[in-house]
Each structure stands twice: as structure tokens, then as C-alpha cells.
């Protein structure tokens, strides 16, 4: 059965920082971020391929955010800084075999989500 699990959402100040990390039970899969405000579509946010040498980020989160991956651990990270009120949503970690990394409906598995609040 596959598992993605995300962890280390919280409430942090705008200008501080997250980092969330998956745990995942599959290996050789493209892996994603994604968010969820309340009363908005999931937006992609961050991807990175198979063997972690290339990635690829929402406008939005450019220069603040970073995906990594530990194919040794099948885990992947989100470090986020300098974040603001706007970033406040649920994130998923998903993981997809082919297609469009910026396309939900291209990734195969999805975690339960991690709450992140930013206040002002």
C-alpha cells in the first residue's frame, strides 16, 4: 500500500520559516507540493524529478521556497522562508510516475495534508 505522509505544518509569523517534510513508501517517483486554501483550487507549488536534479517552482513561492529530496530515506522536503499570510493553506506531498509535474491530475498518490498558518 502506498503511503505519502507529510509532517512539520504549524502557526508561524509572516517572515519566518517551515520546513515540511513526506515520508513516502515509493521510490523512483517524481515528487510534489501542493496547497489548498480554503475556497480555492490546489495549486502546484514544487516539484522535483526521479533523481533529484531538477526542480521546478510556482511563480509564487520562487526564492523562498526549496524542494529536496533523500532517495535513501524516500522523503521530500519543503523549506520555507519568508513566509507570508497568503501561504496559509493545507500542503500535500504527492507522487507521480509521468506527465506534467505542474498537474495534479498527473500524480498518482497523495499524502492527508499538513496545515500551515501564517499570521500577520
Known amino acids: 500500500q502506498v503511503q505519502l505522509v507529510e509532517s512539520g505544518g504549524g502557526l508561524v509569523q509572516a517572515g519566518g520559516s517551515l520546513r515540511l517534510s513526506c515520508a513516502t513508501s515509493v521510490s523512483r517517483y517524481g515528487l510534489g507540493w501542493f496547497r489548498q486554501a480554503p475556497g480555492k483550487e490546489r495549486e502546484f507549488i514544487a516539484a522535483i524529478n526521479r533523481i533529484g536534479s531538477g526542480s521546478w517552482y510556482a511563480d509564487s513561492v520562487k526564492g523562498r521556497f526549496t524542494i529536496s529530496r533523500d532517495n535513501a530515506k524516500n522523503t521530500v522536503d519543503l523549506q520555507m522562508n519568508n513566509l507570508k499570510p497568503e501561504d496559509t493553506a493545507v500542503y500535500y506531498c504527492?507522487?507521480?510516475?509521468?506527465?506534467?509535474?505542474?498537474?495534479?491530475?498527473?500524480?498518482?498518490?497523495w499524502g492527508q495534508g499538513t496545515q500551515v498558518t501564517v499570521s500577520s
Open positions: 504527492a507522487a507521480q510516475w509521468s506527465g506534467s509535474y505542474f498537474i495534479a491530475g498527473n500524480y498518482d498518490y
